[in-house]
């Protein structure tokens, strides 16, 4: 069973180091966060294995790492200046920023979950929105993306007023304004809500500001609802080049202006002629890197899963356009979906469960004018946040090489949606000898977040297991004891609801609202949830400060440690230490000199430790813990008949290996060439 919650992954990758919050002795800094030993360890073999399935099994794959600093103008012919933006509002009470489209469109589309997974304060606005007839606005948004777009442009119009009589408090309603558009000549015939749930997705802001007051959505955080109007917010950091001190702005600011890669891929296209020519590629041929990216997300959060500094692994794989395509050669179809199927299996391959991993193809809606296909590879996480994108996987046809070319032809530009590129010096196509023939390659991209996805992994590995059931009239003195913690934390909430003043809480109602409703849960799963209860009681939030909490703690601690066991069911090819050697003795020379002598003959090869720090049980548990599939015990036995003990993570078996043959069975057991 994989984790249940993130706070289970959070809570272990801080206890064991994999993951720390960034700048802690200063008090952190919103979603950084830093990999400790074991983490960089297992990041790294994530990036090593997508390197392994990329490039190294590949015959037609080449690797480049560029500055993560390139000059502006990149991102202005990428469209990343413009369009890499995300609508952001304030709450103007609380300060706090949201993305206004998140806010309206889970509203919105709540009506179809029955207001699962959204924030119970947005309830109010979905009395707005009888029905949400999300198809029919789809088919609307497709029709006026074709047409000259004339209906279009009258309808903003129209909402640029609607909005602003909202603004001045003037008296309007939705129907009024979704009544204005009747008459607008060329505007399909479909529901309003159909129509809303467009300008929602389309054209958003001004609808967006407008919904968020007439629909009194309140802020998740303070709850009042009072908001400043939706705007668009660039995702990429500024920094500049040299010792700049203009005004933003002005010449001398915008000529020395960089920003932090939102993405590694431009890296790739600055580089094609480059990689084409030193390497001697013919298309198809493809470029993969792995590196930091950095997004000024509006929202990050949910642990690792959304950050503002991250890294990414992505391959831009160059392939012939439709019309130069010899007989047999691969579509661009068969390529998307060659590179879909080969990422889905390395998914599976590194142990996530098919019933987790699905493969959602993007809707017309939601691509980019120039992308012909996109499948995102989904991961289904746990608690609240669901199926989430964990790569995608885009077919973008010329549009990058185009974008950065100097000379494309008009049709090309028009077809794609670009301006002449005025500040290019070159040309980054292809003269294909088959064909005779120059052209702008089209790529299919595979683009994968590496930290996303050790998330990914760490979630799928997590198991907390029962070894050892306790006894029943245990369980059940401790379910009434959990049954008085519970109610104490209830009337805790009571009088923290009471106090008015929310600086002089001594307890956060809410949290602990969600603390009695994980922990009720939990508690019918007993004995199975006896160690995420123990680490509930320790760290939920909700439970800081309960006097019963405190007290019953330690006693689930113990429970927890005599019965169950925490174990990182992960593939030995991403476990960060592999191998761990243990003496049964740590006062007895001989063991301990033989031991060493064997991490000491494993250690070059990969992470091995040695440790003697704690009893036989207790150190099999702390590499269970952290994923370390394999354990040696050298004993008394050992100095008698030259054999050791290999202890299997998964199965808690333990064989006898006679020493010459103790590395073929380790490597043997950790999948590697012997
Ligand atoms: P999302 O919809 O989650 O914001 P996206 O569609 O913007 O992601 P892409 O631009 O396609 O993401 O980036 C490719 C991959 O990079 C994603 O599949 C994800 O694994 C990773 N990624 C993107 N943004 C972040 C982030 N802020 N933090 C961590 N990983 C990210």
Redesign the pocket.
Known sequence: MPARSLDQIRRLAKNRGFIFAGSAPYGGLGSFWDYGPLGVEMLNHVKRSWWQNVVYNRDDVEGVDCAILMNRKVWQHSGHEATFSDPLVDCKSCRARFRADHLVTDAILARETEGENVHRKLRPIIELFPVSLKAAGLQLYAKLRDDEQDAEREANRRLREFQDKVSNGEKTSLDEFFGSLANIPGMPNVSQYAQLFFFVRRHPNELRSALLKLGKVSCPKCQKADWTDARNFNLMFQSHVGPVEANKGTEEELASRVYLRP?TAQGIFMNFKNVLESSRRKVPFGIAQIGKAF?N?IT?GNF?????E?E?MELEFFIKPPQFLQPGEKTDEQWHEEWVEQRYNWWLGLGIDKSRIRKRAQTREELAHYSKATVDLEYLFPGSLGF?????IANRTDYDLSAHSKDVPEDALKRLKLEKNADSVENLDYFDQDAKARYFPWVIEP???A???MLAFLCEAYNEELVKPPAEADIAALKTEIDAAIKNAEKKKKEAEKEKDAAQRKHDPVAIEAFIRDLTEATTRLPQSLAEIDGMLKDHAGAQNLELVKKLSPKVSKLAEDHTRLVLKLHPSLAPVKLAIFPLKKNEPRIVDEARRIKHQFQHLFRTVYDDSAGIGKLYRRQDEIGTPLCITVDFQTLEDNTVTLRDRDTMQQIRVPMEKLKHEVFHRLGMPV
């Open positions: 993405e997004r997300e990050p690792t899963f959304r950050t503002r991250f990414q989430g994108e964990i790569e995608g683009s994968c977040g930290t996303r996805a």
